[in-house]
């Protein structure tokens, strides 16, 4: 019978500061639709950068028997932007893998916002794209 392999706790390892803690998990997996077309601007130094929300359904509907669903913000950088932006268009299904990142600022009235992203590693189309409509020419 073969043992078990040895389960280890990376929390109490000390980090180089000398403080404990492991070190954090921040995956987020999604599949949805694009609520809109992806809105591509080149940043910094030229780095492409595509914005664009999902709409992810709920796993459970409401006392209406409607869904509800989440809209959840998505960035891609560099060259996954610029594929976004070729191929992919509203109402498109897609799957998503990506982290969480949570950002805050000052607004214009002063006041302190956050907002809230995904910001995609892989996206992968699960449907195939519309084909135009037939135009007689």
């Known amino acids: 019978m073969s043992k078990a392999p040895e389960m280890t706790d ?20 999604l599949v949805g639709r694009l609520t809109r077309d992806p809105e591509l601007r080149n940043v910094g130094d030229g780095v492409p950068r595509a914005w664009f929300v999902v709409a992810v359904p709920r796993g459970y509907a409401g ?22 932006s070729e191929h992919l268009q509203k109402g498109r299904l897609v799957g998503i893998v990506g982290r969480l990142q949570v950002s805050s600022f ?32």
């Open 63 to 84: 006392k209406d028997g409607d869904r509800d669903a989440d809209f959840i913000n998505v960035v891609a950088w560099r060259k996954l932007a610029s594929v976004v």
């Open 10 to 29: 990376e929390r109490a390892e000390p980090r180089p500061d000398g403080r404990t803690g492991g070190r954090g998990i921040n995956q987020i997996t």
């Open 106 to 137: 000052e607004a214009q009235d002063g006041s302190r916002r956050s907002t809230t992203e995904v910001i995609a590693d892989q996206i992968v189309f699960l449907d195939a794209p519309k084909k135009p409509a037939k135009t007689d020419g």
